[in-house]
């Protein structure tokens, strides 16, 4: 009996052991809750200044990081829309000269042109006209050498009839003569 004396009075000492009331209820004692409060609150404490502190840093950074960005993008956003509103300036800018001038060398060409056709139309007209005095000199010099012509042959004529004696067959003779000679 006496084994049964010590499981007894192990299970009252266990019991009394047991603090009572409300904490007693929940199975907690008062040295064991302060040592797990004191195990809880080291545990906590090297927590928050080895992993949470750098935790938190490196979010921080990381947010930084990403608001940095957002706003790099919404000044190259900005940046691309000023260039794009300066290229469709610059383009429509280039188109007008370009076509002020084309329309310009259009205006200078037609100029040209007609001026290259007045020119022509000129010389046109003065090649003619020389080509008519020309052409007269020639008639009035071809009048002259044959009246120059004509006169020598009546005079010849007329010399001949002086000196030979003109007969109406010698007459038609020597007329034939003449009209054969200017033709």
Avoid: C, H
Avoid at 21 to 48: E, K, M, P, S
Avoid at 89 to 105: D, P, Y
Avoid at 117 to 144: D, N, P, Y
């Amino acid at each position: 009996m006496p084994a049964e004396n010590e499981t007894t009075t192990a299970t009252t000492s266990e019991q009394a052991e047991v603090p009572t009331g409300i904490l007693g209820t929940f199975g907690i004692r008062g040295d064991l809750f302060a040592a797990q409060l004191v195990n809880f609150l080291l545990v906590l404490v090297v927590l928050w200044r080895f992993v949470y502190k750098p935790i938190l840093a490196m979010l921080d950074k990381r947010e930084a990081a990403i608001a940095q960005s957002v706003k790099d993008v919404e000044e190259i956003s900005a940046r691309m829309k000023v260039t794009e509103a300066e290229r469709q300036a610059t383009l429509a800018s280039v188109t007008k000269e370009a076509q002020s001038i084309i329309e310009s060398a259009m205006r200078e060409t037609d100029a040209r042109k007609n001026e290259m056709l007045e020119a022509a139309k000129r010389e046109v007209e003065r090649v003619i006209a020389k080509g008519k005095e020309q052409l007269a000199a020639e008639r009035e010099a071809s009048l002259m050498a044959l009246r120059k012509d004509v006169v020598d042959i009546a005079v010849r004529a007329a010399a001949k009839i002086v000196t030979e004696g003109l007969t109406e067959k010698k007459s038609q003779s020597l007329a034939e003569e003449v009209v054969r000679k200017m033709t």
